[in-house]
């Protein structure tokens, strides 16, 4: 069978046409995001908000949010460790219709593989 058989299991994020369904608390629920998630607070346990914080980063806030860029759901240079706190300060800006990006530009240059470039590449 030249096609691989597609299976029902699992969120498929980039398939066409469930990626303007896809909503945040949806992909908060995988395993998948369990782990990006994780494995960007092993890497920044603390709150890495730009005027500096000094609590621990207990939630992994989208830059662009899932909605706007659902490709960049799990894109760990999309993300950016911050405290409750200041994860909240963003979702009430957001909820307010504010980007908030514009307050983590320099984290977004210090990222390896930055998400401009994934645009590039996945256009
Ligand atoms: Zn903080």
């Known amino acids: 069978m030249p096609h691989k058989m597609k299976t029902h299991q699992g969120l498929n994020l980039l398939n066409k046409k469930s990626k303007s369904a896809v909503k945040g608390r949806e992909v908060r629920s995988t395993n998948r995001w369990k782990r990006v998630s994780q494995s960007v607070r092993d890497k ?3 709150c890495q908000w730009p005027d ?4 621990i980063a207990e939630s992994v ?3 662009v ?8 759901a799990f894109a760990e240079s999309n993300l950016i460790p911050l405290c409750e706190q200041h994860h909240k300060w ?3 800006m957001e909820r307010g219709g504010v980007s908030t990006k514009f307050k983590f530009l320099d984290w977004i240059n210090k990222q390896e593989n930055r998400y401009e470039d994934y645009f590039d590449e996945h256009p």
């Open 52 to 55: 500096g914080c000094s609590e």
């Open 90 to 92: 963003c979702n009430e």
């Open 65 to 72: 949010s899932i909605e706007d860029a659902p490709a960049l």
């Open 61 to 63: 806030h989208h830059i």
């Open 44 to 46: 920044y346990p603390m």
